[in-house]
């Protein structure tokens, strides 16, 4: 699965700033550290704003502040944002969703989907940075 | 606090309490299920039911294991069948003791691998076993209603 540039900036915003619930990053921090567009982000970080899932910080520094409890803010809560990716797209009309094949189609793009969708409302954003550690602990020089 | 809790094999003066615990899950009470689970679960080799109780002996969470062997080409794993956490204990890390318990006497017997299987929409239980490190094998479940109509050209 391959996921559109504005979710890839939003996820990597919102596990940014998760790591350290308190502490508040700019948007060119973000951007410097994980190669994106700044103005993009800046963009993404205000449509995560407006979700509740981050805070703008006023002041000396500015920056963003998340909002969002790690522990219970899932990968699906962000990526819904930004995708056309849900309950929603099963049950859109396609051309040929009206003949025997495009049904039977349906029946195995649906069944995919909703792997995808359970995967991801089951991952939270603590969970995914434990993985995060846990990779970190595997890789040489870390034994 | 998880530090007060006592992680140990079920006994059968625990039924009817898990059957209590079940229920308030669940919502259905099934005391000879679960006197069937200990029997089978609870007294035999590489079959594990723990429970988890508190300072005051009140039961916290059960869970349930074994290890399971050669199955469509895999070599002995772990497998969690059953878990229950009372709800009022939550966020307690009943779940993760019961868990890293499970998986103790799991590697114990020598597998490697710890498996699950859930149903799509259990988030409450999904999140739990991903925060535990668990994710996505190899193995994918299938089904069918056995009184459907097969599918024409079947080659198998």
């Known amino acids: ?143 | 606090m998880a530090e007060d809790l006592t992680i140990r094999n079920a006994k059968i003066d625990d039924i009817d309490d898990v059957t209590e615990l079940d229920a308030r899950i669940t919502g259905l009470k099934k005391h000879a299920y679960w006197k069937d689970m200990y029997a089978r679960y609870g007294q035999r080799d590489k079959r594990f039911f723990l429970v988890a109780t508190d300072q005051d002996h009140k039961l916290n969470g059960y869970i349930i294991g074994e290890v399971r062997a050669w199955e469509f080409g895999s070599p002995p794993s772990g497998w969690i069948f059953a878990i229950g956490v009372d709800p009022d204990c939550r966020l307690n890390k009943v779940g993760s003791r019961m868990f890293d318990a499970m998986t103790d006497c799991l590697s114990k017997t020598g597998v490697d691998t710890v498996r699950t299987m859930l149903a799509r929409d259990d988030e409450l239980n999904m999140a739990f076993f991903r925060s535990q490190g668990m994710m996505g094998g190899p193995f994918i479940q299938l089904e069918m209603p056995i009184s459907g109509q097969r599918m024409q050209g079947s080659h198998v």
């Open chain 1, 1 to 143: 699965m391959r996921l559109q540039k504005a979710t890839r900036c939003a996820l990597f915003a919102v596990l940014e700033l998760a790591q350290d619930p308190e502490q508040q990053i700019t948007a060119a921090d973000i951007a410097d550290k994980y190669q994106i567009s700044v103005n993009h982000l800046a963009k993404v970080l205000r449509d995560l704003a407006r979700a509740g899932l981050v805070t703008p910080m006023r002041g000396a520094g500015g920056g963003y502040r998340l909002q969002a409890n790690p522990k219970r803010t899932t990968l699906f809560e962000i990526i819904q944002l930004f995708e056309d990716f849900g309950h929603d797209i099963q049950n859109r009309a396609e051309d040929g969703d009206h003949s025997d094949i495009g049904q039977a189609l349906k029946q195995v793009t649906n069944e995919i989907d909703n792997i995808a969708i359970s995967t991801m409302k089951s991952i939270t954003l603590s969970t995914l940075l434990k993985r995060v550690a846990m990779n970190a602990e595997k890789k040489p020089g870390n034994l």
